[in-house]
């Protein structure tokens, strides 16, 4: 049984580029959750999706935007990067009373 | 606002020497309580999770403990496979997200 899985597994990307990650959640799971962290500090949630809309949000700024596909995988797009978008972009999924499980990241760099 | 801190930043230990990581939360209303393992470029491992202050788990040499603003995370007689960052998460009731605190970076010398 697959765990989470996210592509791609590293990116470089130029500062004002646009950027799309993916996430397939773990089989039967039906939440997707995004995290962003940075270097030697925990995660930092960026949005939830759960029945293909945004439930919940972190202070993360309109660049950063998703999208959930019926089969519940998902993208988290940023806009217009900046060099401190550079991070380990963290997807987990969920469902219920289920604890979450993440997937290994994409590690982004902004060049 | 919803909070936690963990201590220490880092922790050096000598295999075999027992210790604890401090996990402190403010959160209005606790739903529950994560410990995850985090290795080097890899998402976090799940270990636990603690619902109700008074609840124990344990796993292997790991075992986690709660009470109402606080959760520790004991390890028994560490070995060097144990380095790693140990991150503390909770998520309240009144939300539906997880929030980490910084972690503690637990190395285990031979």
């Known amino acids: 049984d697959a765990g989470v899985t996210q592509s791609p597994t590293h990116l470089i990307k130029t500062r004002g580029q646009q950027v799309t990650l993916r996430c397939s959640p773990k089989s039967g799971h039906d939440t997707v959750s995004w995290y962003q962290q940075a270097l030697g500090q925990g995660p930092q949630f960026i949005f939830q999706?759960?029945?293909?809309?945004?439930?919940q949000r972190g202070n993360f700024p309109d660049r950063f935007s998703g999208h959930q596909f019926p089969n519940y995988s998902s993208e988290l797009n940023v806009n217009a990067l900046l060099l401190g978008d550079s991070a380990l972009y963290l997807c987990?999924?969920?469902?219920?009373?289920?604890?979450?499980?993440f997937g290994s990241g994409t590690r982004l760099t902004v060049v | 606002e919803d909070q936690v801190t963990q201590s220490p930043e880092a922790l050096r230990l000598q295999e075999g020497e027992s210790s604890s990581l401090n996990c402190s939360y403010t959160?209005?209303?606790?739903?529950?309580l994560f410990w995850y393992r985090q290795d080097p470029g890899k998402g976090p491992e799940f270990l636990f999770t603690?619902?109700?202050a008074g609840e124990e788990k344990e796993k292997e040499r790991l075992k986690a403990t709660l009470t109402k603003k606080e959760s520790f995370l004991h390890i028994t007689a560490p070995k060097p496979e144990d380095s790693a960052t140990y991150l503390c998460?909770?998520?309240?009731?009144?939300?539906?997200?997880?929030?980490f605190g910084p972690g503690t970076s637990l190395s285990v010398i031979p």
């Open positions: 603690l619902y109700s």
């Open positions: 987990a999924s969920s469902r219920d009373e289920d604890g979450y499980t």
């Open positions: 999706y759960y029945e293909e809309e945004e439930r």
């Open positions: 998460a909770v998520e309240g009731t009144s939300y539906d997200k997880v929030i």
């Open positions: 959160v209005s209303g606790l739903r529950g």
